[in-house]
């Protein structure tokens, strides 16, 4: 690929990034509207948060749809549609009924779900492997900005009296014009040649996802990724404001900034650990310090509170998390170069598939009976359940392959 065109692609990239970037406001902002949001549909808190979690639902599994489309018909019109697809998701949260308000978010799912692949993917052209995982860190930090703003600006707002119909119209308007402007800057894509196992022509649209799917390191990158991106999506994301008010007591804006903070963790986390991982040339042992660094925040949060204040744990929760991107390069670097697009949508499926099953067992388990128990036990146990998953993560990545170049000069050497 000559230098002009890899200089496109990172263009293309930048573009993307605020499809990205939207994708991530859409997502956190309900936590921080949840009681204008029951008004809105008419509905209760316990529904309205069940509703928020389809998402999660069109997210996971259209993100196979992303990957095949990524690789069979390239970025342009995959991009283009799942943006336009997100807008469109929007607007139907203007209309005041259940079935519009499921309808829009399963649509914001099934739109975002091309956001992070056609990132990864049009990194993948315009950057070098060296340097990949960084642009990927890049890539969700500029995300996480989003998740941030989603509670951090969309919170103060909401509690000044903004109408959230303005927010959601605004915010459909500007995604269908970022949709029409990666229309025209991506590049068009010429058909490349696919080789397969037996040296023809993998034509078949499933055949990428057979390699990718009879990879056992993809379903453990998937399961990782999946138990550490958990607690900021369930919890951080769509829980954790209602936690703060009613089991810690905290004021409505206290308890916004402070689960916000998350967000704004993984702004600084998931570039910093993509450098860390490409310097070292190790990804496992970056993986693990986050995940590590995740628990210490949440034991210090539970059981020493009182050293400093829970902004801060959410920050180191947030900061340790950014592991959870390291296992996106160990699927690209684990499996072959032309399934760069089914295997950044195959790791998506599989982590919020994980997200998807956890969601109801969380809000069974802790979310029915908030405001119910005693608060500080009701936080804590709560809070156990997301260690206990953050352990389960790093007991898995014990049989995850090193994919790091280090290991590869180590293996061209020898």
Not at 40 to 47: G, H, S, Y
Not at 302 to 325: Q, T
Request: aromatic residues 14%; glycine residues 10%; charged residues 10%.
């Amino acid at each position: 690929m000559t230098g002009s065109l890899k200089r496109l692609y990172v263009i293309a990239w930048i573009f993307g990034l605020v499809f990205y970037f939207l994708d991530y406001i859409i997502r956190s902002a309900p936590a921080v509207m949840i009681s204008e949001l029951v008004n809105n549909f008419n509905t209760t808190e316990l529904k309205l948060i069940s509703m928020v979690g389809t998402y999660y639902y069109t997210y996971s599994t259209c993100s196979l749809i992303a990957g095949i489309a990524l690789d069979k018909f390239g970025s342009k019109n995959s991009l283009f549609i799942g943006t336009l697809i997100l807008g469109i998701g929007c607007l139907l949260f203007l209309i005041s009924s259940q079935f519009a308000g499921i309808a829009g978010r399963l649509l914001q799912g099934a739109g975002c779900a091309f956001a992070f692949p056609g990132c990864v993917y049009l990194a993948s052209k315009g950057f070098s492997s060296k340097s990949l995982a960084t642009a990927i860190g890049v890539t969700q930090c500029i995300g996480m900005l989003g998740g941030t703003a989603g509670q951090f600006i969309v919170g103060p707002w909401v509690e000044q009296g903004v109408n959230i119909d303005s927010f959601w119209l605004w915010s459909g308007v500007a995604t269908v014009v970022t949709a029409f402007c990666l229309f025209f800057v991506i590049p068009k894509e010429g058909k490349t040649k696919e080789p397969s196992a037996n040296g023809l022509k993998a034509v078949g649209y499933l055949e990428p996802y057979k390699i990718v799917f009879k990879n056992p390191q993809s379903w453990l990158c998937g399961i990782i990724s999946g138990l550490l991106f958990a607690p900021t999506t369930i919890f951080a994301m769509t829980w954790a404001v209602a936690f703060f008010e009613k089991d810690k007591q905290f004021a409505f804006h206290d308890a916004a900034v402070t689960s916000a903070m998350v967000a704004f963790g993984w702004v600084f986390g998931c570039p910093l650990l993509g450098f860390i991982t490409d310097k070292i040339g190790r990804r496992k042992p970056v993986l693990t310090g986050g995940a590590v660094l995740m628990i210490l925040s949440l034991l210090q949060l539970v059981f020493l509170p009182e050293l400093y204040s829970a902004k801060i744990s959410m920050f180191i929760l947030g900061l340790g998390s950014g592991a959870a991107m390291i296992p996106y390069s160990v699927i690209k670097e684990a499996n072959p170069d032309f399934v760069k697009g089914s295997a950044t949508g195959a790791i998506n499926f599989i982590t919020f598939g994980v997200t998807t099953l956890l969601s109801p067992v969380f809000s069974r388990w802790f979310g029915k009976s908030l405001g119910t128990l005693p608060g500080p036990e009701h936080f804590q146990n709560s809070v156990l359940f997301w260690i206990g998953g953050i352990s389960l993560a790093i007991l898995i990545s014990l049989m995850l392959k090193e994919t790091g170049s280090r290991i590869s000069k180590i293996s061209l050497q020898s």
